[in-house]
């Protein structure tokens, strides 16, 4: 009887989807024949099964750091990821950064934004490419290490317009619904299966392959609550992490379309060379190898068409099926958690965005010889088209297996970035994807290669976050609760349970920055003790977290996260103190 009860409140939810999937259809439709109407939406059923089989040899690296090189493995990178918000310090005029390259000139003023090209190990791909005329190629030190496309991939036409992709999510719902009822009629004639029916494995298959095959701000999403594994029950955050991982990419004539859309129909005749099948593909674009008539290699990323103008819908529909479904967990904040989602993907697909990221971290960073920045090539740039230099290393999981010293060296590296970031520039790249920080193992050089998700911060707020940190590594009770009020993180309205549980949770967090000692994050467990915190605090929380806090959790718990995976062992007592008091000079004692 709970079983069946259980199917029909499944049923009931499929309904609920299918009447918001036939209500968004009629109304982006009211200006259609019927008939197209029809068409786009049986058109996007067809897939393209016509997969590329690029065919690798590995080919010797020419330098000497074979020691190092020798445990790194040939594999290919998972695709980048994104995120972004706006507000920085004026950039120079678009125009004199972006020339007008086709018919439409470049916005007035340009925000900040995205993901760039891993790149990994020597290796060669049969991809079709294109020669223009012969030009004198000036000699390479290194040739670029491009690395394989992931394995998982497939070629599919990316849904393009809102009808289609509604269509999607509709067909999506009805199969969630009618897959949960089977496992509970299967459950109750033959026995055994835990857990709920709507998580079943046909089912989180249904989910992965079809936010891979719509992309965009669904695919998107998918990623970003794939990063909270705090927040989420294991068997919804291992079906995240899957669409973490996946991302198909689309066909070259879809392609090819984009390209002339943003760089003119000539565009082709730009490049020396241009591999149509990609090397990375993502959830907004994908990015694939070019060589410039002056001789340098270049990464080119192509935006998928048609995700800018359906982020409300994709985020809405997406909302929908997961709610119904039950895939979150109650006091998250949903409707808070989609509306920063929305705002950071709308600057996430505008790649003018990413493009000024870049260029700023490539001035940031300039005084830290141990990072590397890609140079953005503007006359190749648009808002749906980012070039920049191709720069060779390997994603953050491919170090696992490096020496300890080589292991605590990035993680340093790395932990440095993340605060210099808060609290420094009090501007970040908040996405934690180990795909998007290379390391380059004949240079010793970390390489940056995403900036969709950069965004400011304000500074009283930092000033704030920092005072927390400060205080809870100290053991100050009462002033972490002060700073943490003040930054709002707490309200007077919080019970006394809540207050406790929050004060725990900072607590955990700092201790790495509370240790005199360089501290081994291989030997500890401070994400599974917050995460025995959190139901307390979803059941207590009065108001929603600052806004902020979504991308700088993210990007901090990716940096704790990168480097217990290291067992990296750092002194991050010092390097904290160093940083936010350069930032944040103590105020002198009174006379």
Known sequence: TQSMAQAARISRGAKLVADEILVSTVRDAQSSPALRLLGQALGALKSCPNVLQAKLSNEADPGGWKEEAAVVQTTQLAAPTETANAGFSPLPPVSSVFPATHETAPPASIPVQAPLPPSATLSTSANTTHAAQATSTPARLRPAVVPALHAAARERHVPASRVSRV??????????????????SRRVIGGGGEGPAVLSDANMQRLVTTLCRVRGAALKLGQMISMQEELLPPPVFALFERVRQSADYMPADQQRAAMAAELGPDWRDRFAEFDDLPFAAASIGQVHRGVLPDGRTVAVKVQYPGVADSIESDIANLQTLLSVAGFLPRGLYVDQLMAVARD????????????????RFRSLLSDDSSFVVPEVIPELTSRRVLTATFENGVSMDKTFNLSQTTRDKIAERMLRLCLRETFDFQFMQTDPNWANFLYDVPSDKLVLVDFGASRAYDKDF?????????????????????????????????SAVMVDAHV????????????????DFGKQDVTGEVRRLIPTMLAHRRTAP???????????????????????????????????DKAFPPAAPAQ
């Open 344 to 359: 950071e993907l709308k600057l996430e697909c505008d790649y003018l965005h990413e493009a000024a990221s870049m260029m």
């Open 546 to 580: 600052p806004k902020e806090t979504y991308s700088l959790h993210r990007k901090l718990s990716g940096a704790f996260l990168l480097c217990t995976k290291l067992r990296a062992r750092i002194a991050c007592r010092d390097m904290f103190h160093s940083i936010y």
């Open 167 to 184: 269509f999607q999510f509709g067909s999506l719902g009805l199969s969630l619904g009618l897959g949960a009822i089977g496992e509970l």
């Open 504 to 519: 725990q949770a900072v607590f955990l967090l700092a201790r790495p920055f509370a240790s005199e000692k360089a501290f």
């Open 462 to 494: 930092i000033h704030d976050y920092g005072q927390i940190i400060r205080r809870a590594a100290a053991g100050d009770r009462e002033g972490c609760i002060h700073f943490s009020r003040r930054a709002g993180f707490l309200s007077d309205q919080d």
